[in-house]
């Protein structure tokens, strides 16, 4: 599954469509994905490095992280991701990563700075972040890189994959919040 969503966007990036908003080929994968991974957690729990390999765990953490029009999934999933880094089964900054999202998509501030957008300047930057004056210490503490190299490195992703900021920022913005209302985000 991580293969076939990591080759279905390196197609609509070489393509040029992935950008254009939430792409219905990509979301279709996303949420086919997740149906599956709902159904390994109810049967098996969450699919630590010990029970499927630290490949098969990070297969299931960017099945998760990806599942973005599925709440439910990525809420139940963060619970389980925490006892799982308390085992040793995950690294902690895959609980850093989904929770920063979850965040993001409530309309909270994130604690980690993981999640980046266009701001309305054009650059690619992370959403509000919680208490910034201790960002860089949690970042470290999870082996996370300090947020400004994390901002330049991304900025240089972007640019080297053809991402750009929208066109119209604040359409975007008002197209956002009505998809984060639509698959129940926010209320």
Known sequence: MAAEDRRVRAELVAEGSLFQGYHPLMRSVHDRHATRLAEILAESGWPGEGQVGVEGAQA?????????????????????????????????????????RIRAFEGRPQRYATQFDWDSAGRLSPLPIEDPAGLDERRQALGLRPLEE??????????????????????????MEAWLREVGWRS
């Open 150 to 175: 994390e901002i330049q490195a991304r900025r240089r992703a972007a640019a080297q994959s053809g991402e750009g900021p929208p066109s119209d920022w604040e359409t975007r913005q008002r197209e």
């Open 60 to 100: 299931a953490w960017l099945i998760v992280q990806h599942a973005i029009a599925q709440p439910g999934l990525q809420r139940q999933a963060l619970g389980m991701l925490r006892t799982a880094v308390v085992h040793g089964e995950v690294p902690a900054w895959q609980v850093a990563m989904l929770e920063d």
